[in-house]
């Protein structure tokens, strides 16, 4: 191995390694959540399922402000301009919580509509309710975390966070524990304990990251207004909007796909709800790749070192097409473990095993989405491209042939496959476009 990939692979794993410990840590409030509402019964799985997926509706779109806050905050990091981080914290911050607020505000007030959308089941309705509604008051933490949580990624500061991710899952768990099944004579709240034990949560997370800007004196360094490199406002928003855009159009796209999947039946539904759990962990092997890649190659971008920034594209290219072979594997034999944990029927568990073996089929695709199109096309400011790529990939080919295996009756796991065939469509476009080196750009003075 020449010096520049041992170079590569040790700023890549100084990066990666606790983003991914630290996004594992947080799935392990999902997974929690998962595992303890399981034991309930399917039901309650799936009252789980339907809110959690109208409330990944909001953080989708909350990534599509906070990546015009890595895309920025990196390129500024690189070229040191520690004022240029503060701006673009400070504008993200205020977008993120007025929208989140917003998008609160009529989630209590059209609750049960909103999930009616979702299930024609008046029970699961009936459970999911006032769990969507303690969920709901945690948006504006969830925003500002997501928030703090990249821009602390851009500057370096992935140790610290991580460590407080143990705190936030050890909060969580305690409160599941606690709530929902009333240990020591305390009253049980069943799922709407797990709802209250997020809240509690995300409201420590977010504290906690704060502090680090603080310890860190991002929010003492001095703005100078009338510095032209620092008047990101206009320039945030001409990348990002395309991103946010983006965003809405897959969050959209997403939540068609879980609809066609609830017409199926509650078992279906049930089935697709524990899909997500059971591989996020391994998502967050990828996801972690993409934050490394933005970090990486948004400060070599905003050192004009285009070269580097091509090579490190290449690297993260090629090993997250291994990774995914591998997690492949480790997926299949680990999962019917998982299962085990859950009071599901054996329909059910049949269901579960026939997705993953389309799941597994497309997660090379999958994998290569989030790290090139996520990660490295949008720090160059190529966000309007690959708004277009989603959006059309899933609009005009993803939907459509969802809906004929719907009508066709198809069995689940090949509704699932055909609906998420349009990864392959955008994994080959994303790479070429790529290797074509357009998307070399410093968006910044």
């Known amino acids: 191995m020449n010096e520049e990939k041992q170079l590569f692979y040790k700023q890549m794993w100084a990066f990666a390694l606790p983003i991914t410990i630290q996004l594992m840590i947080t799935s392990g409030l999902n997974i929690i959540d998962s ?12 009252a789980v399922g339907i809110s959690n997926k109208f409330t990944q509706f909001l953080a989708v779109i909350l990534q599509g402000f ?7 905050s ?5 070229q040191k301009n520690v004022s240029g981080v503060k701006q673009i914290l400070i504008l993200v911050s205020k977008i993120a919580t007025i929208f989140s607020f917003i998008f609160a505000l009529v989630t209590l007030l059209f609750t049960p509509f909103i999930l009616g959308i979702f299930s024609d089941d008046a029970i699961v309705i ?19 975390s997501m928030i703090f949580s990249v821009t602390l ?7 610290r966070p991580t460590f407080y991710s143990v705190i936030t899952l050890l909060t969580n768990t305690l409160f599941n524990w606690l709530l929902i099944f009333g240990p020591f004579g305390l009253p049980a709240f069943g799922i709407r304990g797990a709802a209250f034990a997020t809240l509690l949560a995300r409201i420590v997370q977010t504290l906690l990251l704060f502090s680090l800007f603080v310890k860190k004196g991002i929010l003492k360094s001095e703005v100078d207004p009338s510095e032209p490199a620092l008047q990101i406002t206009g320039p945030y928003w001409k990348v990002t909007f395309p991103s946010i855009i983006n965003h809405l159009t897959w969050t959209m796209g997403e939540l068609v796909f879980f609809w066609l999947y609830t017409r199926t039946g509650t078992d279906q539904t049930a089935a697709i709800s524990l ?3 059971l591989v996020f962990l391994f998502v967050c092997v990828f996801t972690g790749l993409s934050d490394a890649s933005s970090v990486m190659i948004g400060n070599q971008l905003g050192g004009k070192m285009y070269k580097k920034a091509l090579f490190y594209a290449k690297q993260f290219i090629r090993l997250t097409t291994i ?3 591998v997690i492949s594997g480790i997926i299949l034999l680990f999962s019917p473990m998982i299962l085990q944990f859950y ?4 329909h059910v568990e049949e269901l579960v095993n026939q997705v993953l073996l389309a799941y597994i089929a497309l997660l090379p695709f999958k994998n290569l989405n989030y790290v090139n199109n996520v990660g490295i096309l949008r720090v160059g400011g190529d966000t309007t491209f690959v708004m277009w790529l989603d959006t059309l990939s899933v609009w005009l080919w993803g939907i459509p042939m969802a809906f004929l295996a719907v009508y066709l009756g198809w069995p689940l796991w090949s509704i699932f496959f055909v609906a998420n065939s349009h990864e392959i469509i955008r994994a080959i476009i994303g790479v070429r476009r790529t290797l074509r080196e357009g998307w070399l750009k410093t968006l910044i003075a």
């Open 126 to 144: 009936a459970e999911a309710v006032p769990f969507l509604r303690i969920i709901s008051l945690s948006y504006v933490f969830t925003a500002l």
């Open 343 to 346: 009071n599901i029927t054996n």
């Open 35 to 46: 595992v303890m509402v399981g034991s309930l019964g399917v039901e309650a799985i799936a």
């Open 275 to 277: 899909i997500d759990p």
């Open 66 to 72: 906070a990546s015009g806050a890595t895309i920025f």
């Open 153 to 159: 990624k851009t500057i370096g500061e992935v140790k």
């Open 74 to 78: 990196s390129q500024y990091w690189g």
């Open 323 to 325: 990774l995914s072979i």
